[in-house]
């Protein structure tokens, strides 16, 4: 039974930084490209970063570039998502997935079979 489990959220101010990590079992992590969601209420779920199987290629929503910082540690069977200068917009449950593929990071939703039950993060001004 493949398990995610998020960790890492909580409530910061307006400049603040978090790390979130998510743990996978169930599955050999390193044959997976691994990704990270959110969803803000009201608003659909979306992409904000993810990372192939040996961490070699990643990809950035526009709105986390430069701010954000994913990676993975194979051996932990954890992918990492470091967040600086976070903003209020940033508040959302993150959610973090497991590719269907190895070596292309998917930015549609449907791609990732496996996910996490979400960790809130909360940006305040």
């Known amino acids: 039974q493949v398990q995610l489990v998020e960790s890492g959220g909580g409530s910061v101010q307006t400049g603040g930084s978090l790390r979130l990590a998510c743990t996978a079992s169930g599955l050999i992590f390193s044959l997976h490209a691994m990704g990270w969601f959110r969803q803000a209420p009201g608003k659909e779920r979306e992409f904000v970063a993810g990372?192939?199987?040996?961490?070699?290629?990643?990809a950035y929503a526009d709105s986390v570039k430069g701010r954000f910082t994913i990676s993975r540690d194979n051996a932990k069977n954890t992918v990492y998502l470091q967040m600086n200068t976070l903003k209020p917009e940033d508040t959302a449950v993150y959610y973090c997935?497991?590719?269907?593929?190895?070596?292309?990071?998917?930015?549609?939703?449907?791609?990732?079979?496996?996910w996490g039950q979400g960790t809130q993060v909360t940006v305040s001004s």
């Open positions: 990372i192939t199987w040996n961490g070699g290629g990643t």
């Open positions: 997935a497991s590719s269907n593929s190895a070596t292309v990071v998917d930015t549609r939703s449907h791609d990732y079979p496996y």
